[in-house]
């Protein structure tokens, strides 16, 4: 199972938290048949919306990213609980391009230019909504870009996705440090060199753990860790809700399912591997409930 370390500098100025998501990325990876490109571009949305949803405050609340970009892999998503427990999709998982010149996959490309939105349900009439410009479809740059320019909280976001030779996922990681109001310009200065020490999220993982991340990123600054806690690929769907959800589509649509549809309607969702059958039996006792409704 995934986990994630918090932790915070003993004088406050910033807080760091890595995740180990290696089996966050292979689940995402066998339940949407993607290929190295989109399960890199897939993997570190999903990184970095478990790093973030980690910082909710409260059970209720969910975390949404989304990068709708004009590259190759199309509109990619990932939502997360307060514990990091993530969930996503990418629009076009078959989707593949070519290695770049340096030799590393293509997430940019993948991506594409575009926008990305930031959104917080802390379960009020209307979500938090921040957006801005996808700058170089690599994820962990936009991240950063965003929580500075839009929420105004200097960012440093690391993630990383490593596919092996039989397209499994070897190693996939990332870490958030974030500074925190009247943050000690010293320790400031000491996280920017630190952050180039990290040159790869996934080569520390492949030999070390997600402490090793951390010591490289705090490296002579003293800091404390607050909890450790265990997250994983976890998909919201029910039957109840795909019951709602035909239920929404009103009584005409149902009717029309029913008399001129196939023996077996079949739901599947967009995040996971479930399917939902209904047979024609199934429908009318969702029309009944309909037409409950309505009078």
Known sequence: MASIIRAITKDGSARAIVLDGRDIVERARQIHNTTPTTTAALGRTLLATSLAGSLLGEKEDVMTIRFKGDG???????????????????????????????????????????????????????????????????????????YATSEQVPTICALGVLVDRDYTVKA???????LLPFADEEIVD????????????????????SKDVLDILLDGIEYDIFDEIECEYKCACSREKTDNALISIGEKELIDMIENGEDETVMTCSFCDAVYKYSKSDLKHLLSIVKKNNQ
């Not at 996939?172 to 974030?178: S, Y």
């Not at 996280?191 to 030999?207: D, H, I």
């Open 190 to 209: 000491k996280l920017e060199v630190n952050a180039q020490k990290l040159r790869s999220v996934t080569e520390v993982l492949t030999n070390g753990t």
């Open 72 to 146: 190759v892999g199309g509109t990619v998503v990932a939502t997360s609980d307060w514990c990091g427990n993530v969930r996503g999709f990418i629009q076009t998982p078959a989707a593949d391009l070519p290695l770049r010149a340096d030799g590393k996959l293509d997430v940019g490309g993948c991506i594409g230019k575009g926008e990305l939105y930031i959104l917080r349900d802390a379960g009020g009439s209307e979500p938090y909504v921040g957006i801005s410009k996808i700058q170089t479809g690599e994820v962990g740059d936009d991240i950063a870009y965003y």
């Open 172 to 178: 996939a990681g990332g870490a958030l440090v974030q």
